[in-house]
C-alpha cells in the first residue's frame, strides 16, 4: 500500500523559512516522479513543485520559483520541500504526491498533507 | 503559468450523467496525453479518478469515463449518486524547460 506522510507544517512568521518532508513507504521511491501540490484554505489545488526520478529534471510554480527548493533522498525514501522568504499567501496544507512515472506524467497517489500557516 | 479553464459548478439529479470540461493550449491538454482527473471530498485528500485522458485506475466505477478533443478535456459521470457530490479538479503536463504541471480551478459537482 502506497503511503506518503508528510512533515514539518507550522506557524511561521513572514520572511522565515521552513522544511517540509515527505516519507514514502509501500513502493519503490525512486522509481518514480515526485511533486508538492498545495491548497490554500478554501481554494483550489496548486502545483509547487515537482522532480524526477533522479534529481535530473525540476520544476516550481512561478509563485514560488526562487523561493522554495524541492529535492529527494532515494536511500532515505524521503521528499523534501525547503520553504525561504514565506509569505502570508503561502499559508495552505501542503501535499506530497507520488507520480504514475519515472519523469512526470500525473499523480496517482497523495498524501494526507502538512498546514503551513504564515502569519505575524 | 495559467490554471487550466474549469466551470465553477454543475449539478444533476440522482442517475442523469453530467460533464465537466478542462479547457487549456496546445502546451498543455492539447499537445499531450496526460490529462488526469481528482475528486476531492470535504476535508479529505484528492483521489485518481481518470489518468491518460482516458484510463480508469483500479478500484474507480466505470460510471466515470473521460475524453479530449483539441484543447479541452472532459470528465463524464454517469448514473450519479450521492456520493460522487465532491471537488472535481483536472490537471495536465504542460512542455516547458523545466518541470511543469498544471491544474484547473475545480468545479463542485452538486447532486440534487
Known amino acids: 500500500e502506497v503511503q506518503l506522510v508528510e512533515s514539518g507544517g507550522g506557524l511561521v512568521q513572514p520572511g522565515r523559512s521552513l522544511r517540509l518532508s515527505c516519507a514514502a513507504s509501500g513502493f519503490t521511491f525512486d522509481d518514480y516522479a515526485m511533486h508538492w501540490v498545495r491548497q490554500a484554505p478554501g481554494k483550489g489545488l496548486e502545483w509547487v513543485s515537482g522532480i524526477n526520478w533522479n534529481s535530473g529534471t525540476i520544476g516550481y510554480a512561478d509563485s514560488v520559483k526562487g523561493r522554495f527548493t524541492i529535492s529527494r533522498d532515494n536511500a532515505k525514501n524521503s521528499l523534501y520541500l525547503q520553504m525561504n522568504s514565506l509569505r502570508v499567501e503561502d499559508t495552505a496544507l501542503y501535499y506530497c504526491?507520488?507520480?504514475?512515472?519515472?519523469?512526470?506524467?500525473?499523480?496517482?497517489?497523495w498524501g494526507q498533507g502538512t498546514l503551513v500557516t504564515v502569519s505575524s | 503559468q495559467s490554471a487550466l479553464t474549469q466551470p465553477a459548478s454543475v449539478s444533476g439529479s440522482p442517475g442523469q450523467s453530467i460533464t465537466i470540461s478542462c479547457t487549456g493550449t496546445s502546451s498543455d491538454v492539447g499537445g499531450y496525453n496526460y490529462v488526469s482527473w481528482y475528486q476531492q471530498h470535504p476535508g479529505k485528500a484528492p483521489k485518481l479518478m481518470i489518468y491518460?485522458?482516458?484510463n480508469r485506475p483500479s478500484g474507480v466505477s466505470n460510471r466515470f469515463s473521460g475524453s479530449k478533443s483539441g484543447n479541452t478535456a472532459s470528465l463524464t459521470i454517469s448514473g450519479l449518486q450521492a456520493e460522487d457530490e465532491a471537488d472535481y479538479y483536472c490537471s495536465s503536463y504542460r512542455s516547458s524547460s523545466t518541470l511543469d504541471v498544471v491544474f484547473g480551478g475545480g468545479t463542485k459537482l452538486t447532486v440534487l
Open positions: 491518460d485522458v482516458s
Open positions: 504526491a507520488k507520480d504514475k512515472d519515472y519523469d512526470p506524467r500525473g499523480i496517482d497517489y
